[in-house]
């Protein structure tokens, strides 16, 4: 029943409330699709009504935006869009502005020892939905690319973005940023293993804050790479600062 289409009257219903959410937003496409983690294709069809909703890309749709786009009664709104649900630490808006924005992100590449993988994170505030949301871009294996909530919880005061697909968790763990914004931390996966089989994996992981223009160098990074050498520094500061441990 998950993945069952919408009806045609709901199908085009939610395509008139995407829409209307990308123009009072000013988000493109791509940013939503990002967002939902669909493909760009997919959402577009869907919108030109070449393809009917899915009941699972409409769900997720929901969850970028924070919005009800099926037909029905609408859930009772939240007290306050500027406060996080407690489950998520109950942070204000005005107190995590700072962690707004775009990040180089920087992890081992899980394939080719030795080489890092380096992709976009943007983090940033869900109007509609009272919360932080990220989303990651640029990616080399763009199917693959995480997007979920923010938490911030006081007791610990460390940062998580968490994603919840179906009930499979994926978890970056981040600690307290430096004086330069950048954020370190442990990222907790799955890799996928022999056959259809999908291993448990950890490793450190940076993000480093970029200038809105910036258009750092992306991909799986080689240590033959100009910006390699950066880089390594880079990642290798999430153990190096005791940001993360590997006990032997």
Known sequence: MFDRDLLEAETREVGHRVREQLARRRISRQALADMAK???STLEKSLSGTRPFTLATTVRLEEALGVPLRP??????AVSHDLAPEHMGAYARAAVRWIEGRYLT???S?????????????????????????????????RFEQGGHVSMPNLSGHIYLVTNVAGQYRLVILGRP???????GLLTTLQVGKGSQLVPVACPIALARLDPDAEPAIGRINPDAAVYPDYREALDGAISGDFVRFPG
């Open 38 to 40: 669909i493909s760009l």
């Open 72 to 77: 029905g009664p609408a859930p009772a709104p």
């Open 106 to 108: 920087l992890r081992p």
């Open 110 to 142: 899980f394939g080719s020892p030795g080489d890092i993988f380096a992709y976009v994170t943007t983090i940033r505030w869900l109007d509609e939905a009272g919360h932080l949301g990220f989303a990651e871009s640029q990616r080399l294996d763009a």
């Open 178 to 184: 430096t004086i330069e914004g950048s954020l370190y």
